[in-house]
């Protein structure tokens, strides 16, 4: 089955600057990717997601590139600010519309 | 977007009771919803997936007597935790997908406590 790998585990970033976050997959039949932000307690709330037709995907501060044929994907966060502060999982769909989903990173935005 | 509704946000039991978890789907039809385990400072384990009028399909590793599925209609899917003990304490999270290979959307989760 699917395999996500997610790095790194924790990032602390300034307030204003960018954040990176990888993902590696394993199942080159994975088609969809998602980014998901967790606070505390709560559930995973949709923040970006991106599809196998597609390299790189927009929405205001936040970025998402894919690269099908390296098999990984990055979340990008620009003007970070404290309010970003959060858990952080990649995912990748496998067959069976299962979600698979990354360890976590845990973002750190200090003021 | 489509709402997931999950129920209780929080419960606890005493250890060799069962626990009823309730995830909705409350403006869309959901043929399969998914039963995700999280522990503190963890990711999302994918427990079981569970199909509208069959059998769940459950992962490697989760006892399908422990953990009884049941998704009787296009909205509403159950998890019950069966003779609890105290090490299945954890947050349990439904989710249902809104369409074939769409976006998941996830209920509010359940926070266990089993004393």
């Known amino acids: 089955g699917e395999n996500v790998e997610q790095h790194p585990s924790t990032l602390s970033v300034q307030e204003g600057d960018s954040a990176v976050i990888k993902c590696t997959y394993s199942?080159?039949?994975?088609?969809?990717f998602p980014w998901y932000k967790q606070e505390l307690g709560k559930r995973p709330q949709l923040i970006i997601d991106i599809r196998s037709n597609v390299g790189e995907k927009k929405d205001q501060r936040i970025a998402v590139t894919l690269n099908k044929t390296a098999k990984h994907f990055s979340l990008h966060i620009t003007e970070t600010q404290p309010e970003d502060s959060a858990v952080y999982f990649c995912a990748a769909i496998e067959y069976g519309n299962k979600l698979v989903f990354g360890a976590g990173t845990i973002l750190r935005v200090k003021s | 977007g489509a709402v997931v509704s999950q129920h209780p946000s929080r419960v606890i039991c005493k250890s060799g009771t069962s626990v009823k978890i309730e995830c909705r789907s409350l403006?869309?039809?959901?043929?399969?919803m998914f039963w995700y385990r999280q522990f503190p400072k963890k990711s999302l384990m994918l427990m079981a997936t569970s199909n509208e009028g069959s059998k769940a399909t459950y992962e490697q590793g989760v006892e399908k007597d422990k953990f009884l599925i049941n998704h009787a209609s296009l909205t509403l899917s159950t998890l019950t935790v069966t003779s609890a003990h105290p090490e299945d304490s954890s947050f349990y999270i439904c989710?249902?997908?809104?369409?074939?290979?769409?976006?998941?959307?996830f209920g509010q989760g359940t926070r266990l406590t089993v004393v």
């Open positions: 199942d080159s039949a994975s088609n969809y």
């Open positions: 989710s249902a997908l809104s369409g074939q290979g769409a976006e998941a959307f």
């Open positions: 403006d869309f039809q959901a043929t399969t």
